[in-house]
């Protein structure tokens, strides 16, 4: 009676742990990984992507690959501010980025290095591919990716970036942001902006319909005094900053 009994147990445990493992393998193939779609990224090659989230030894599973992001356990890449991960069908994983914000670049011998508003290079291209100005007028150091712009001229460049970050909250797309001569200079094709030593949300504000009635015409718009409650807003016509 005894030897049955263990015999029961014996086949009920067996049974158990093959159902456990054919569970495992349906799992395992079931939810292994077939399609990773990308979206989100504007500047961020998706390749690189689909090899960060699925690095690890179990990066094959969609259910693990999820779970991981899902429990905060998942990596990200310096430019990027999240990723979020869902399963559309079990063996297709969603992948949605979102990237930090270009805001300016700087361009040399080494190509042209993309920097978001805090002033860290976000991407270096050899070819143009993001709609924002040239930064131009302060000496910056060795340019890495994924780093911090370094100069010694830090005021200065601080008002470059927020001019850059205003110009980008406003969708203004302008060529170039230039310190020359003790002011920064915003060039928007043949108008030359100038906004003084220091850079205000209440100069900016005022460039988008200036901007558009001044369209076709080539000369400098004088803000500088703008900011220090004096309202006038003059515009120089044929005058261009010097060295231009």
């Not at 905060?72 to 980025?97: C, F, N, Q, T």
């Amino acid at each position: 009676m005894r030897k049955k009994k263990l015999s029961v147990r014996i086949y009920h445990f067996f049974t158990a742990l093959i159902g456990i493992g054919i569970v495992a393998l349906s799992l395992f193939v079931f939810f292994h990984i077939q399609k990773i779609e990308v979206s989100g990224n504007e500047y961020t090659d998706s390749n690189s992507i689909t090899e960060l989230i699925t690095e690890d030894p179990y990066g094959t599973n969609t259910l693990y690959v999820c779970g991981k992001y899902m429990l905060g356990k998942g990596k990200s890449l310096p430019h990027l501010d999240s990723i979020k991960v869902s399963i559309g069908k079990p063996w297709v994983l969603k992948v949605h980025v979102k990237e930090k914000t270009v805001s300016g670049y700087i361009e040399n011998e080494n190509g042209i290095f993309y920097f978001d508003g805090e002033g860290m290079v976000v991407l270096k291209s050899n070819t143009h591919t993001i709609d924002v100005p040239l930064i131009e007028g302060v000496e910056i150091g060795e340019l890495n990716l994924y780093e911090s712009l370094k100069t010694e001229e830090k005021e200065v460049f601080k008002e470059l970036l927020e001019a850059t970050r205003l110009l980008q909250t406003q969708e203004i797309h302008a060529d170039k942001v230039v310190y020359k001569n003790n002011s920064i200079y915003v060039y928007y094709g043949a108008v030359y902006v100038n906004l003084g030593t220091k850079v205000s949300e209440d100069q900016i504000l005022q460039l988008p319909p200036i901007i558009e009635k001044l369209e076709g015409q080539e000369g400098t718009l004088h803000m500088e005094d703008y900011q220090r409650g004096n309202h006038t807003i003059t515009f120089k016509k044929g005058e261009i900053p010097p060295d231009s």
